[in-house]
């Protein structure tokens, strides 16, 4: 059974920093792109950053240069390092791994979560 475990999430002041941490098992972690997701009170789930099995990287427009997603292969992880923080930045954060089929279709799997929290 594949196995995606997020960590690192809290309480943090505003202007703070947090670096989540994911580790996926029973993968082979450096074929799949990694994506961190996030989802407030009320909203609907959001991606927040991805890196290909490349190293390639996109945000989304409300974290660009304050957020930092990265990989190590070797280590089956990904890394979201938050900069800066704000209040909306407040939510469940989610890792996601995917990799596309040839023929179509993906393996697709998401972890539990983490909160993070931005609060004065």
């Known amino acids: 059974q594949v196995l995606v475990v997020e960590s690192g999430g809290g309480l943090v002041q505003p202007g703070g920093s947090l670096r989540l941490s994911c580790a996926a098992s029973?993968?082979?972690?450096?074929?799949?792109?990694m994506g961190w997701y996030r989802q407030a009170p009320g909203k609907q789930r959001e991606l927040v950053a991805t890196?290909?099995?490349?190293?390639?990287?996109n945000y989304i427009d409300s974290v660009k240069g304050r957020f930092t997603i990265s990989r190590v292969n070797a280590n089956n992880t990904v890394y979201l390092r938050m900069n800066s923080l704000k209040p909306e930045d407040t939510a469940v954060y989610y890792c996601?791994?995917?990799?596309?089929?040839?023929?179509?279709?993906?393996?697709?799997?998401w972890g539990q979560g983490t909160q993070v929290t931005v609060s004065s």
């Open positions: 029973r993968i082979t972690f450096s074929l799949y792109t």
């Open positions: 996601n791994a995917r990799r596309e089929r040839v023929g179509g279709g993906a393996w697709n799997y």
């Open positions: 890196i290909t099995d490349a190293g390639s990287t």
